[in-house]
């Protein structure tokens, strides 16, 4: 059992890093998108130059909404499933909070 515990405990880690990597993915391409703007904007540029990219961009940051609702809605549930399931207790598969809070992406959006 206590192999499982260490097991349960890496998978969860694992799954928070992912989870605050989508995140912080998702702050850099909404930084990157602004950024984007602003130049054309201060360049005067015409925006069918830059329209290609900031489409691209809003696509990529669908996409990584969408990972982090898959991440956080079917892989975090599951992992919670599957250490109930072995009967894990909580702080087996990584603590009461394994996922990131809000404030913490809050602080990572901030950052």
Sequence with gaps: ME????TSRVI???LRQAERSINLA???????????LDAT????LSPAM????V???I???????ESQSQMAIRAHTSAESVG??????????GGSAPKPSIGMLEESMAA
Excluded: C, P
């Design 55 to 57: 489409k691209a961009t």
């Design 84 to 93: 109930r399931d072995l009967g894990l207790d909580v702080t087996a598969w």
């Design 12 to 14: 969860a880690a694992e």
């Design 50 to 53: 830059s329209h290609r990219t």
């Design 59 to 65: 696509g990529a940051l669908t996409a990584l909404a």
């Design 41 to 44: 904007e201060a360049h005067e």
């Design 26 to 36: 998702t702050r850099d391409t909404a930084q990157f998108l602004l950024t984007t």
């Design 3 to 6: 192999n499982l515990v260490k």
